[in-house]
T-cell receptor, first 113, second 115 residues
Framework: QKEVEQDPGPLSVPEGAIVSLNCTYSNSAFQYFMWYRQYSRKGPELLMYTYSSGNKEDGRFTAQVDKSSKYISLFIRDSQPSDSATYLC?????????????FGAGTRLTVKP | DTEVTQTPKHLVMGMTNKKSLKCEQH?????MYWYKQKAKKPPELMFV???????INESVPSRFSPECPNSSLLNLHLHALQPEDSALYLC??????????????FGPGTRLTVL
């Protein structure tokens, strides 16, 4: 079993749809949870950063962490063609091991006009 | 300045060449990272420097040699690479402060092709 599981997709939605992206993980010690967006042939861009459980909202993006279920989600409201990218979840252990981040496989999202 | 910069953007080298990748950040971050990313795969961690000391080396072959001259700069020296080393090489940095966040900020990457 991989430490972090993420459905690679591809996922295709119409413009304006609500997108739900998810990851599950096996190591209950993970404390830091992140979502990155990566456009083709570019570096990953940090979208959301959450410590421990709970929700976090930033504009059209909402990140949720459910540590009891070992499940994290990213919701994108009113999706736009410019949201078409690969979305990577990532997570890390508490200090002092928090520099070693584990990535999911990435989900390729296409938002069609 | 909230950017991680990397040079060069593209690099083509032969298997006998020696080259270096450079990374720079001016966010005051004390942890810096090298990752390797193959097409349609997530980034794979290679090295971590924390407070300018190598803290993680993920069993990377010795043909890759990292160097951290100061807290803002990170180099990756390349020698005698193989064609399978062709990939996007990403640099990242994070605050690295005790008790602080560890969110990593990535540079745009260097696309390396080994002939």
């Amino acid at each position: 079993q991989k430490e972090v599981e993420q459905d690679p997709g591809p996922l295709s939605v119409p413009e304006g749809a609500i997108v739900s992206l998810n990851c599950t993980y096996s190591n209950s010690a993970f404390q830091y949870f992140m979502w990155y967006r990566q456009y083709s042939r570019k570096g990953p861009e940090l979208l959301m950063y959450t410590y421990s459980s709970g929700n976090k909202e930033d504009g059209r993006f909402t990140a949720q962490v459910d540590k009891s279920s070992k499940y994290i989600s990213l919701f994108i409201r009113d999706s736009q063609p410019s949201d078409s990218a690969t979305y990577l979840c990532a997570m890390a252990l508490p200090q002092p091991s928090n520099n070693d981040m584990r990535f999911g496989a990435g989900t390729r999202l296409t938002v069609k006009p | 300045d909230t950017e991680v910069t990397q040079t060069p953007k593209h690099l083509v080298m032969g298997m006998t060449n020696k080259k270096s990748l450079k990374c720079e950040q001016h966010m005051g971050h004390r942890a810096m990272y090298w990752y390797k990313q193959k097409a349609k795969k997530p980034p794979e961690l290679m090295f971590v420097y924390s407070y300018e000391k190598l803290s993680i080396n993920e069993s990377v072959p010795s043909r890759f040699s990292p160097e951290c001259p100061n807290s803002s700069l990170l180099n990756l020296h390349l020698h005698a690479l193989q064609p399978e080393d062709s990939a996007l090489y990403l640099c990242a940095s994070s605050p690295g402060l005790a008790g602080g966040g560890n969110e990593q900020f990535f540079g745009p990457g260097t696309r390396l092709t080994v002939l």
